[in-house]
């Protein structure tokens, strides 16, 4: 099978090249915006791709014909897609129906993640079909993405998932256990809001979860988060208790005195007996991915 990745120099797209490359059933072609930052360079392709520009998605789609194509490119900052709506659009809406296009006229299957930022949180934890509402551009710019490919003539499978955590190399971004890790390290005082609860999603579980998508050629919308839904005060916490860290600097605050630019839901988390019964999703605990963690740290 011929997997086309976008994103690959990200956290998902890492994972998943770092696992589709070892995989003797895939040929795997990589592509991201820039050069290639992963050091290892054998089993796969790579090319310089930015999937806001339509032809050239349409060119390196039509030109490699992947038999699936996995989107993990996006704009993900939330409070940034609040400020620059424009370039929210053009990579996490716009892009995606440039990948459909290029993805119908070949026959290949469309993988693209999605956010329990779609919810507004008021009665989480979600299943499939609850009623989208977003707060946020972020979540209703991926509402969008997910709109346009259920109205698609394409084959598609939408994975939505939360807080995407775990060990890259030469990533643009951090995350919260990365982040927290460090900052306990240094016994720095962190002010950790407790009025929202998530399910954070180990990267290497998400990407499990696109490869048995991809395989199963599964049609339809998924949740694919971590299966503990906890506060993110409660996520710092077990962070420090699993480290081994004092959490006596650890300091509960409510969301509203963030003042964040957008919007935030606060209660999600997902129920995940579909993506288990259909896809054979078995995700970790948040205790598994902190030892995970802990052990790729020390390669
Ligand atoms: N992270 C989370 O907490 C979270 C939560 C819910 C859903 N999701 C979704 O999960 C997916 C994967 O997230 P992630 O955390 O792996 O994101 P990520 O680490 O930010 O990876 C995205 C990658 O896409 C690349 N990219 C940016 N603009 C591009 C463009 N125009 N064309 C091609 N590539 C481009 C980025 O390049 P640079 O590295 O050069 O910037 C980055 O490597 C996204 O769809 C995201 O919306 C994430």
Request: glycine residues 6%; hydrophobic residues 45%; charged residues 20%.
């Given at each position: 099978m011929k997997v086309l990745i976008t994103g690959s120099n990200g956290l998902l797209g890492q994972k998943l090249l770092h696992k589709l490359r070892v995989d003797n059933s895939v040929e795997l072609i990589a592509t991201s915006k820039g050069k290639n930052r992963v050091s290892e360079k054998k089993?796969?392709?790579y090319f310089d791709l930015d999937i806001t520009d339509e032809s050239a998605v349409a060119?390196?789609?039509?030109m490699q014909k992947p038999e699936v194509v996995i989107n993990t490119a996006a704009m993900?900052?939330?409070d940034l897609c609040e400020e620059k709506k424009l370039n929210c659009d053009a990579l996490n809406v716009?892009?995606?129906q440039f990948l459909a296009d290029a993805c119908v006229k070949i026959n290949a299957h469309l993988i693209h993640i999605s956010t329990d930022f779609i919810f507004d949180g008021e009665d989480g934890p979600y299943k499939e079909e609850?009623?989208?509402?977003?707060?946020?551009y972020y979540g209703l710019s991926k509402l969008k993405s997910e709109q346009l490919l259920q109205a698609h003539a394409v084959k598609w499978t939408i994975l939505r998932t939360i807080i995407v955590f775990g060990v890259g190399e030469n990533l643009s971004k951090s995350n919260i256990v990365l982040w927290a890790k460090g900052a306990l390290a240094k016994g720095e005082s962190l002010n950790i809001i407790d009025d929202q609860f998530r399910a954070p999603t180990l990267a290497e579980?998400?990407?499990d979860a696109c490869?048995?998508?991809?395989?199963k050629k599964a049609f339809g919308v998924f949740?694919?988060?971590?299966?503990?839904?906890?506060?993110?005060y409660e996520i710092v916490e077990r962070i420090a208790k699993h480290y081994g860290y004092t959490t006596n600097n650890l300091n509960k605050i409510s969301t509203a005195t963030l003042n964040q630019t957008a919007g935030r839901p606060p209660k999600t988390g997902f129920i995940l007996d579909k993506s288990k019964e259909v896809l054979g999703y078995n995700p970790h605990s948040f205790e598994e991915c902190l030892t995970i963690i802990d052990e790729q740290l020390k390669d």
């Open positions: 089993g796969y392709s060119r390196i789609i039509a993900t900052n939330v716009s892009a995606v609850d009623k989208p509402n977003p707060l946020s579980d998400l990407a490869i048995l998508a991809a395989k949740n694919a988060s971590g299966k503990d839904i906890m506060s993110i």
